[in-house]
């Protein structure tokens, strides 16, 4: 065939670039639920940043004339058995959520995902006796290992932090390194080596950009169990302490006592943790299922 | 009966009978035989030894198996000058100068293992409280400081001698933690209580579940003939506030000792009608503010004074006690009392004044003197319960944040919060609290004088003319005189030095099913907890 005679239409058919609002409305065809959660974990995000401007009034501000107010025009959503603003501290907890739910996440993951990395990489005797140490950990329930973790650290939100943040580390180390096991193997780590890069520079050039996927998918997973292990804590007493705004705490101060005579008390925290923790998993759900090839191809 | 005293037993006894909406009916009732009453109790029991404890999880499931050698009348419990013989057959009239108190004993009676009760028992029970070997914890071995000896003639009498005449004495043998115990086994094992229960109670045959319940059945041999009247009793173990609501509610348990915040009564009370009373009463406890004297800024009598002054107490009393149990407003004697402070007196002190725009101005304006900054940070070590102490704590964080201060609230268990207070020392400010069994306000602020005297004071302060008013007040029985000192000891601690501080007096609400009958409400968790005058109407 004379090269004239090939398809002018060639040029004409080089894939068009989707606008971001096309490629939005491809992802929210796709994945309905992911966006749904997405659209939630903005929202929360939003709300701590700007809980400043959204709540109408200071979340630790004692109403002395308005214990257990219903909600109303004045309180939206009632006041607490304090007198404070049930949807004020609600807005302000989302801070406490976020900041706690995103920090134990990435720091946890982060550490996580360079011992797995590292572990896979140097293999052997370090890779065994790492990851019977990993063992260890991973026997313990999550909310288990975060109560011993505060037992040992005691009370407060940078304590919690790190009470949920060391559960973690086992984790994603564990899920990280069997995707590095495989990334190791590859020819251009052999190369890396053969040229003699540093093990670090292997580690973080080489290895660790090629097992984003599951750590991005970790991190996603692990914001919603955070915001759920430090409700948790705080509900048992044992994380962020009064008066600082936050859902668990506000769960353990009036959901009981106040659950007949006041429910509001403890049905707005109970609804806050519970989308919160639904957005976030819906969210990760999602994330994971668009960097997994596996799942992408089906 | 002095006439101060007789007014205050007559006010709390009125305030008793006018929450139980029963006038006179109580007396008019004939006491049934027979039943088991259940009873919830938040906490267990550390060990089972009385004169080491101090929490009322002992003295709740453990004081029904033993006897006291004097005890508050279970049958007017509002008057806390109203004590009888236990063991004893007659109260004592002081000799030689008030300093020999003489104690016969009830003849025939015997401990659950069948040994006799003799004078014996009384002396090494109380020489293990008062004079205590190196190896062991005697809890109120303070409150006897008055006593020189004890000494037993025969095996009927028991005598006291005093190193001065003392009015806190008799209150002080009253309190319910001394349980007479045997001393045989107190000769073979000093610590042999701690983990074993043998008295000559209402109650015997102690069973236990860790975790679960304490029963005992009624001592048959028990030397009050016809008592007890029920068969036995079970205490059920319940850590969580709402279980123990609810188990009164559906009726697994009775009643609790210690006390429900007023929610829990008005949803008691709307749930069950006439199924329940409540009975409540004026509580000699308090919460106390501590500030660590060893740490600055808190070294500083300004920054003190400034913290005390922030607080407004009148108002609190009036918004606490609709969701806590705390209520009235008093000084560091138990409100009502003829030692304590009246509303005049009080309004004299810092933190009490009626003007709280004035006292909130003075704090801020010593802050300023004291150099603390506006927004100054510090963390409030607190107890991890909720009623009152985590109530009460978030409450102080608001009123200080009136004046400039950001304060965060340290929450810790019950151990931890004590190795704080006790070991580490080194807190900013604490919650504390001055729970008390028999009131006995000369004795009670003992909290308030020396670290090293005080045996329970916190701060880490020191002040000489403190002790020598509690001295002084101890070894007087003017009350006049008691009065005017106690004035003065109260101006110096809450004031002048503000050593510590005073937040508000607990208020005791005790609903219970109404057939439990012949148990009366006291100003103390700590009383009236022998269970043989009380019986089931049903």
């Known amino acids: ?298 | 009966m002095n006439s101060g005293l007789k007014t205050l037993a007559a006010s709390l006894a009125v305030g008793a009978a006018l929450s139980l909406g029963l006038g006179g009916a109580i007396a008019a009732e004939t006491p049934k035989k027979g039943g088991v009453l259940k009873f919830v109790v938040p906490a267990e029991p550390p060990s089972f030894d009385g004169h080491r404890e101090t929490t009322f999880a002992l003295v709740h499931p453990i004081a029904p198996f033993y006897s006291l050698l004097v005890k508050q009348n279970p049958q007017n419990s509002m008057d806390p000058t109203d004590i009888i013989c236990d063991l004893c057959t007659e109260m004592p009239k002081p000799t030689d100068g008030g300093k020999t108190y003489t104690f016969k004993l009830r003849k025939g009676v015997t401990f659950e293992d069948g040994a006799p009760l003799t004078a014996a028992d009384v002396k090494a029970t109380y020489d293990k409280i008062i004079f205590p070997p190196a190896d062991i914890s005697s809890a109120r071995k303070a409150y006897f400081v008055m006593v020189e000896s004890v000494e037993t003639p025969d095996d009927e009498t028991v005598v006291f001698k005093l190193k001065y005449p003392s009015s806190a004495f008799i209150p002080a043998l009253a309190m319910p933690f001394n349980f007479i115990y045997d001393d045989a086994k107190l000769a073979q094992d000093m610590h042999w209580y701690e983990k074993n229960i043998l008295g000559s109670g209402p109650f015997q045959k102690a069973e236990r579940q860790a975790g679960a319940f304490i029963k005992g059945t009624a001592n048959p041999n028990y030397y009050e003939k016809g008592k007890p009247y029920l068969d036995g009793f079970e205490a059920i173990f319940a850590k969580k506030e709402s279980l123990r609501v609810q188990a009164i509610r559906g009726d697994r348990a009775a009643i609790e000792f210690r006390g429900f915040p007023p929610q829990s009564r008005d949803d008691l009370v709307k749930a069950l009608g006439k199924d329940i009373t409540v009975q409540e009463s004026d509580w000699n406890c308090v919460l106390l503010i501590t500030p660590n004297h060893r740490k600055k800024p808190f070294d500083d009598v300004r920054v003190r004074r400034a913290l005390t002054l922030a607080v407004d107490r009148w108002g609190g009393s009036q918004y606490l006690s609709k969701i806590a149990i705390v209520k009235t407003v008093g000084g560091i004697v138990f409100p009502g009392h003829p030692l304590a402070a009246n509303k005049e007196e009080l309004q004299q002190l810092a933190g009490y004044w009626p003007d709280l725009a004035k006292s909130r101005a003075e704090a801020k304006r010593l802050l300023k003197e004291a150099g603390i900054p506006e927004g100054f940070k510090f963390v409030l070590n607190n107890r991890a319960v909720d009623q009152p102490y985590k109530i009460v704590g978030t409450w102080l964080i608001d009123q200080w944040k009136q004046i400039g201060l950001a304060v965060e609230q340290q929450v810790q268990p019950t151990g931890p919060f004590y190795d704080t207070l006790r070991k580490k020392q080194d807190f900013d400010v604490s919650i504390d609290f001055n729970c008390q069994s028999v009131v006995n306000p000369l004795l009670d602020v003992s909290k308030f004088i020396s670290e090293d005297t005080s045996g329970s004071q916190y701060g880490g302060y020191t002040n000489r003319e403190v002790d020598e008013l509690f001295n002084a007040m101890n070894q007087t029985d003017d009350q006049a005189a008691q009065r005017e000192k106690m004035r003065r000891m109260e101006k110096i601690v809450l004031d002048e030095e503000a050593l510590g501080f005073i937040t508000m007096w607990w208020y005791r609400i005790i609903p219970h099913r109404s057939y439990v009958k012949g148990w009366n409400v006291s100003p103390s968790h700590y009383l009236n907890q022998q269970l043989a005058d009380v019986w089931l109407d049903q």
């Open chain 1, 1 to 298: 065939m004379a090269i004239s005679e090939l398809p002018t239409s060639v040029e004409t058919a080089a894939p068009r670039r989707r606008t971001a609002w096309q490629q939005f409305k491809r992802v929210a065809r796709r994945q309905p639920l992911g966006v749904a959660g997405g659209a939630i974990v903005i929202l929360m995000i939003l709300m701590a940043i700007f809980a400043d401007v959204i709540a109408p009034y200071d979340p630790t501000a004692m109403n002395y004339s308005a214990f257990t107010a219903p909600p109303g025009t004045e309180f939206w959503l009632g006041t607490d058995q304090m007198g404070r603003d049930v949807f004020s501290r609600i807005v302000h907890g989302a801070r406490t959520a976020v900041f706690v739910g995103f920090v134990a996440s990435i720091v946890g993951a982060g550490i996580g995902l360079v011992l797995g990395v590292g572990s896979a990489y140097f293999g052997g005797k370090i890779d065994l006796v790492f990851q019977r140490v990993m063992d260890i950990f991973m026997s313990f329930p999550l909310i288990i290992m975060a109560l011993a973790m505060v037992a040992i650290f005691g009370t407060g939100v940078d304590k919690v932090i790190v009470a949920i943040t060391i559960p973690f580390i086992p984790r994603c180390a564990r899920v990280v390194r069997s995707t590095a096991l495989s990334v190791r193997e590859m020819p251009y780590v052999d190369a890396a080596r053969s040229i003699g890069y540093s093990h670090t520079r292997i580690i973080l050039r080489h290895m660790v950009p090629n097992v984003m996927a599951p750590f991005l998918i970790m991190i996603t997973a692990f914001v919603g169990q955070a915001i759920l292990l430090e409700a948790s804590l705080s509900y048992l007493g044992l994380g962020v302490q009064e008066p600082t705004p936050a859902w668990g705490l506000m769960l353990q101060g009036g959901a009981e006592l106040y659950a007949e005579s006041a429910p509001w008390v403890a049905i707005f925290p109970g609804l806050a943790i519970t989308l919160a923790v639904f957005g976030f998993n819906l969210f990760g759900d999602a994330v994971r299922d668009m960097l997994d090839p596996k799942l992408r191809s089906q």
